[in-house]
């Protein structure tokens, strides 16, 4: 079965634009040759959630390395960035944001909520269980639970700042419960703040950020040239 949840809504008919299902034959270490992406993104991220699937078949069919990377985009990236949290924006840019989220919504069809019960939501402890599940588990399993924490988010309104869920999540996608308490390990701490840093030190402003060899593609949208760079990687 696919492991990220919105996959399974893709329509056979979007193949040639890239929303291909992946199935996850071998790990994604196991195709890596040279070709590597950084991955950064916000696990409350909306745009992240609409482009994970796509770029995960992206990344297996290039044969790339992914590097997995969640990062604190609005405690510590937007403040020295110019990013301002979705409250702070000016009304024009709110109301513009709904559209483009419906507009990929349905041309991906792909189901989102566009004002989901939880959200805005703390992504802290979601980005720490990632990378706790990156430490133990590898590249693979790392997705498989982002694919998940972002549709608990944007598909099935579940609080992914309530621990509770967090287990859940762990369980639907075969993973250990103990991953949950590595999670708040000094480990997972300071992974979380070493990838904060490394975005910033990448230039990173925006959630999903691709970074191929200090190349910066940003947002979900930009998924084609991600494509196209891999292919000539």
């Known amino acids: 079965p696919c492991p990220c949840p919105?996959?399974?809504?893709?329509?056979?008919?979007?193949?040639?634009?890239?929303?291909?299902?992946?199935?996850?034959k071998k790990p994604f270490e196991?195709?890596?040759?040279?070709?590597?992406v950084d991955y950064y993104f916000a696990p409350q991220s909306p745009w992240t959630y609409l482009g994970h699937?796509?770029?995960?078949?992206?990344?297996?069919?290039?044969?790339?390395?992914?590097?997995?990377l969640p990062i604190d985009l609005g405690?510590?990236?937007?403040?020295?960035?110019?990013?301002?949290?979705?409250?702070?924006?000016?009304?024009?840019?709110?109301?513009?944001?709904?559209?483009?989220?419906?507009?990929?919504?349905?041309?991906?069809?792909?189901?989102?909520?566009?004002?989901?019960?939880?959200?805005p939501?703390?992504?802290d402890d979601a980005a720490r269980l990632i990378i706790a599940v990156d430490l133990h588990d590898g590249t693979e399993a790392a997705l498989k639970i982002t694919g998940?924490?972002?549709?608990?988010?944007?598909?099935?309104?579940?609080?992914?700042?309530?621990?509770?869920?967090?287990?859940?999540?762990l369980a639907e996608q075969g993973l250990s419960p103990a991953r949950l308490e590595q999670s708040h390990s000094q480990a997972a701490h300071e992974r979380y703040d070493a990838n904060t840093q490394q975005a910033i030190d990448a230039g990173v402003f925006g959630a999903p950020?691709?970074?191929i060899d200090g190349e910066i593609f940003?947002?979900?949208d930009r998924l084609d040239f991600v494509e196209r760079r891999l292919a000539r990687s």
């Open 6 to 24: 919105v996959s399974c809504k893709m329509s056979a008919t979007r193949l040639q634009h890239g929303s291909r299902v992946s199935q996850y």
């Open 121 to 123: 939501v703390n992504g």
């Open 148 to 169: 998940a924490i972002l549709a608990a988010v944007w598909a099935q309104e579940r609080h992914i700042d309530d621990e509770k869920v967090l287990a859940e999540l």
């Open 30 to 36: 196991e195709n890596a040759v040279s070709r590597s």
């Open 75 to 119: 405690g510590k990236v937007f403040p020295i960035s110019g990013g301002l949290p979705v409250g702070k924006r000016a009304p024009q840019r709110q109301a513009y944001r709904l559209v483009e989220l419906q507009r990929y919504s349905e041309y991906l069809n792909a189901p989102l909520n566009l004002k989901p019960k939880y959200f």
């Open 209 to 211: 950020s691709y970074v």
């Open 53 to 68: 699937q796509r770029f995960c078949d992206i990344a297996r069919a290039s044969g790339a390395t992914v590097r997995v």
């Open 218 to 220: 940003w947002g979900q």
